[in-house]
């Protein structure tokens, strides 16, 4: 018996990394990110046809991904976050139903992910100002 279509499966795990990016991840990319990253691929994979060079590159980043945590590259730690990897999965999750710019080329999925990521980021950012305003106020 199916519960989900797979491609709301994969905007519903989308939604989660994001919000797990929002919530848990405000400060540092951590192992779990880089785990919860990997299951969403694996979802991606199992739910929406994609061009085999979005497939590579999605391989790619996943790999550098773990390699970025292994070695603590904190500098680049933000490309590999739920908040990042979660716009990247719901842009090609849209993407395969015609949203965006579509995901037939590497640098479409490029711009719409970019555009997604900043929106997320900004979500993120909005949601760390306003709780430390919060916990500040109750003290």
Same mark, same amino acid.
């Given at each position: 018996?199916?519960?989900?279509?797979?491609?709301?499966?994969?905007? =519903? /795990?989308?939604?989660?990394?994001? !919000?797990?990016?929002? +919530?848990?991840?405000?400060? !540092? +990319? /951590? #192992?779990? %990110? @880089?785990?919860?990253?990997?299951?969403?691929?694996?979802?991606?994979?199992? $739910?929406?046809?994609?061009?085999?060079? @979005?497939?590579?590159?999605?391989?790619?980043?996943?790999?550098?991904? !773990?390699? $970025?945590?292994?070695?603590? #590259?904190?500098?680049?730690?933000?490309?590999?976050?739920?908040?990042?990897?979660?716009?990247? @999965?719901? +842009?090609?999750?849209?993407? %395969?139903?015609?949203?965006?710019?579509?995901?037939?080329?590497?640098? /479409?999925? =490029?711009? /719409? #992910?970019?555009?997604?990521? +900043?929106?997320?980021?900004?979500?993120?950012?909005?949601?760390?100002?306003? %709780? &430390? &305003? &919060?916990? %500040?106020?109750? #003290?």
């Amino acid at each position: 018996m199916i519960i989900l279509d797979p491609k709301l499966a994969t905007i =519903l /795990s989308a939604f989660l990394l994001i !919000y797990i990016g929002i +919530v848990v991840e405000k400060y !540092y +990319v /951590s #192992w779990s %990110s @880089v785990y919860a990253n990997t299951l969403s691929f694996l979802i991606l994979l199992g $739910s929406i046809d994609i061009n085999e060079y @979005v497939f590579l590159f999605l391989l790619a980043y996943t790999a550098l991904g !773990y390699i $970025s945590v292994k070695f603590r #590259w904190k500098r680049i730690f933000p490309l590999f976050g739920c908040k990042t990897y979660g716009a990247l @999965v719901l +842009v090609l999750t849209l993407g %395969s139903e015609g949203y965006f710019f579509g995901i037939y080329t590497v640098t /479409s999925v =490029l711009i /719409s #992910w970019i555009l997604v990521a +900043v929106i997320v980021h900004f979500i993120g950012h909005l949601y760390i100002k306003y %709780s &430390r &305003r &919060r916990k %500040s106020k109750k #003290w």
